[in-house]
C-alpha cells in the first residue's frame, strides 16, 4: 500500500497504523503480564508466544479494517451499507486474525518443541468478541483521524436547489422551489403556479400539501391558497382588511383571518 500524501486517504492509514500497533503492544504486553500471575506453573515463554503472535498479526491485518473504512466510513447513509460493510470487515478481520496467530504459534510452539493445544473452530467465537473491540477502536481511530488531518478551507459543495416533486396525472415534474409561486385549491386538486406560466394539476388536499411545502418557505394565506414567501413583491391592502400578494404579475389573495401570514410575510 502506498503511502501517498501525509494528508491523503492512505496518509490517514500510516498515521494511524503506528498508534494502532503501540496500543495493541500496550494491551498485549498487559495481557502477558496478567497471564503470569494467572498460570504461575506454565513456563512463561508459552503466554509470551501467545500475547506476541496475536499482536503481530492484528498490526499486520489493520488493512482489512481500512478498505472496511474506506468503503463506508461511520456516518455514512444509508446506515444499513455502512453496518453490513464493518461487519463484513470485523468478521474477515477476525477470521484472518485467529487463522493467522493459530497458524503462526503452531510453527513457533514446534521450533520450541513446546506442546500445542488450540482449538481453531471453538475459540473462534471467544476471539471474535475480544477482535471486536480491537477492530472497532481501529476504525473509530480512522475516522478521527480523517476528520483531524481533513484539508482546511477545502471548497464545499454548493448545494443543489431544493426541489419538490408535482405529480401531475402519470408525469412526474420534479421542480425547483424557487419556480413555484403559488398552490391553490381546485376542488380535490391543488393547482401549482409556475413562474414559467405552467399550471400543473396535483391530486391532493392542500392541507396536506402544506405540510410539505411549508419548511421549504410556503405560507397558508388563504383558506385555498399557499404562497411562496421567497418570490413575493409586494403586500397591498384592501379596503376590506385583507391584502393582495403579488409574486412578480400573480395575484394571490391574503385573508384577514390568517394574521399569522401577515407577520410572516411582512418580516420577509
Known sequence: MAKGDANGPNGV???????????IAALNTVNAFTAFQDRPFEPRIVPTVEQATSAICAIALLWIGWIAFR???PGQRPLWRMLAVQGV?????AAAHVTSFYLLRALVFRLLEIPFDFDLAERFVYELRKDALGYCIGVAGFWALAKAYAPKGAPTETPAPATFDIRDGARLLRTPVADILAARSAGNYVEFLLADGRKPLMRSALSALEEALAPLGFVRTHRSWLVNAARVTELRP????????????LEAPLSRRFPEALARLRQG
Open 13 to 23: 492509514f500510516w498515521r494511524a497504523l503506528p498508534l494502532y500497533a503501540a496500543g
Open 71 to 73: 468503503i463506508a466510513p
Open 89 to 93: 470487515g470485523l468478521l474477515a478481520f
Open 238 to 249: 384592501e379596503k376590506s382588511g385583507d391584502y393582495a400578494v403579488m409574486l412578480g404579475e
